[in-house]
């Protein structure tokens, strides 16, 4: 295909998106999102329902176009006549996985093999199914199948054509907690063999678990980076400071301390102390609280989760779009 | 056609008839359906009593010869309806998307699959009918059948150019429909103008004869293969897997 200017899978980027923006009439999916995922990269991609995270990967997917922007998907430009060389490169995973449920396990990536026009599909086939542990049912009906089952016949599908990239929407949804284990030790075994994985996914705890990036979506990009730069970028470095009872006077004990930014009491006898340096604060504060003559719990750094910065952000638009 | 991978045609193909295989109701239908477009030529030939000229009774057989040719026209319009719209509703239309495959692959494969059942039933059951005429039919009609060679020729020629037509129409329908009862009705319509066309033979509107046949058989291949490729520019991959369609991307799509 002559189209093809770029240097494929051998450039440095997986996805290069710049400025991407979807519209369907006066509704916008997606706004001018723009960021980069490098090869081997678990890229999650987060965002409540709406927000365009699907539309994204279809866009980069090449089944839908953009309005305006630019990417390079496994390093082949998103431009009209690359659609199939782009494909070649990618694999999908949509949320539903979308079997023909008269037609076998085997009979389902027979074809899909064929379509990529894959050499010894049968050993792809194989090798796909056990990567799921689905080899036992390969001569079943798709539609015989659970959902569960189905969505590991979905994930066998995409490693068939062994994608430089793999889209996965919510590819857990629907699977009891072993078979969540399962896939996530799929992805994390793709990661060790270089595979991008674009991972489109509401559990937070799998995209804390799995990404080493993450991409908080609302429409616009809100946010990209690693797990722990967006907390650190997102809140403070807090002290949580349990006592056995109330501190009489809490300004005197914590605010001439040269650590310690700011505080406030959430409920009695519990602290939280904005603070600059934990190394340096927590040696502070103990001594402190001794000198106060106050009964110590504890002295612990504030821990916040993926799912705190995630609410910090979309609680941020909605509080925006209320005003 | 553009880039064309066979192996990719012949890949959807077989999995279409696999799937029909695998569902006895779409076989059943396409079994029992042509039957009904027997029973016409089966009282003209079979139970009518012969009288006149030979000439005269072989053109008494030509119309229900021709009806014959209806057998082929309706047979193909639902599958070819269904194609593309039912794997929309299955929900298996966007992994298959998400393939390298083409556009025109796509819709050749489909149209194949189509295809091949429909010329296999429809020759099998004209075998069978003549075979029957020979077998059963008054010796002076069965003659009168057998001499009508061009008409006979015509129907075995013109059975994959009207069967093209009608999966053409098919799955223009079934790659604009949101719902795969629409796309059946509405597919059934491709049946009009070759039902309009066999009634003026019959009350002698349009002579069928040798540069009639040539005429219509070229129209309809010229028809049959520039429709095929309205129906894949018709193919809008955004409508299909969003329901929204293409507006100002349209000139910017990436999927050939």
């Not at chain 2, 329908?173 to 009009?192: D, H, I, K, P, T």
Request: glycine fraction near 6%; include cysteine; proline fraction near 6%.
């Amino acid at each position: 295909m002559t189209a093809v200017t770029s240097l494929g899978p051998a450039a440095k980027s997986a996805l290069v998106v710049n400025k991407l923006t979807k519209r369907f009439g006066d509704r916008t999916a997606f706004s001018e999102i723009s960021f980069e995922v490098g090869y081997g990269e678990v890229f999650g991609f987060l965002g409540p329902n709406g927000a365009g995270k699907t539309t994204t990967v279809r866009t980069l997917g090449t089944l839908i176009a953009p309005t305006s922007g630019s990417a390079t998907v496994a390093g082949i430009p998103l431009i009209p006549d690359n659609g199939v060389e782009i494909r070649q490169h990618i694999a999908i995973m949509p949320e539903s996985p979308g079997l023909y449920l008269r037609l076998t396990v085997t009979e389902n990536l027979e074809f899909f093999a064929g379509l990529y026009g894959l050499h010894q599909p049968a050993t792809r086939i194989k090798d796909a199914l056990e990567s799921v542990n689905l080899s036992d049912r390969a001569s079943d009906l798709c539609g015989g199948l659970s959902k569960g089952l189905r969505q590991r016949v979905g994930l066998a599908r995409t490693l068939l054509s062994d994608p430089a990239i793999m889209f996965l929407d919510e590819p857990t949804s629907g699977l009891d907690p072993v078979a969540s284990l399962e896939v996530h030790n799929l992805i994390i075994g793709l990661r060790q063999k270089g595979v991008t994985i674009f991972l489109t996914t509401h559990r937070l705890d799998e995209a804390e678990k799995l990404c080493d990036r993450v991409a908080i979506m609302n429409q616009s990009l809100r946010t990209v980076g690693s797990p722990d730069e967006l907390r650190e970028r997102l809140f403070n470095k807090a002290l949580v400071v349990r006592t056995l009872a109330p501190l009489n006077d809490p300004e005197k004990v914590f605010a001439h301390l040269s650590a310690v930014e700011s505080w406030r009491s959430d409920e009695p006898g519990s602290y939280v102390l904005s603070i600059t340096d934990p190394k340096i604060a927590a040696p502070e504060v103990a001594r402190s609280l001794v000198g106060a003559g106050a009964d110590v719990l504890s002295i612990g750094e504030a821990q916040h989760s993926l799912e705190d910065v995630y609410l910090e952000l979309i609680n941020d638009d909605v509080e925006v779009r209320k005003s | 056609m553009k880039g064309l991978d066979t192996t990719r045609v012949l890949t959807v193909m077989r999995k279409e008839l696999l799937d029909y295989r695998r569902t006895r109701a779409i076989v059943v239908t396409m079994m029992i359906f042509p039957f009904f477009f027997l029973v016409e030529p089966i009282i003209s030939i079979f139970i009518a009593a012969p009288s006149g000229s030979s000439a005269s009774l072989v053109k008494f057989v030509t119309f229900p010869l021709l009806y014959l040719l209806l057998i082929p026209t309706v047979m193909p319009s639902t599958l070819a309806a269904y194609s593309v719209v039912g794997e929309k509703e299955q929900g298996t239309l966007e992994p298959l998307l998400t393939t390298p495959l083409r556009t025109n692959e796509l819709i050749l494969g489909k149209a194949a699959a189509v295809m091949a059942p429909t010329l296999v039933l429809s020759y099998v059951l004209y075998g069978l009918f003549l075979l029957a005429v020979q077998l059963f039919a008054h010796p002076a009609l069965a003659s009168a059948v057998f001499h009508d060679g061009p008409v006979l020729l015509a129907l075995f020629l013109f059975a994959p150019l009207v069967a093209g037509w009608a999966i053409v129409v098919g799955l223009a329908v079934s790659v604009r429909a949101n719902e795969v009862r629409v796309a059946q009705q509405l597919g059934a319509l491709a049946s009009f103008p070759i039902i309009a066309v066999v009634l003026l033979m019959a009350v002698g509107v349009i002579t069928p004869t040798f540069e009639v046949a040539l005429v219509f058989a070229v129209g309809i291949l010229v028809i049959d293969v520039r429709a095929l490729r309205i129906v894949s520019r018709m193919f809008d991959r955004e409508r299909l897997v969003t329901g929204t369609k293409a507006t100002r991307a349209r000139a910017r799509r990436v999927s050939p």
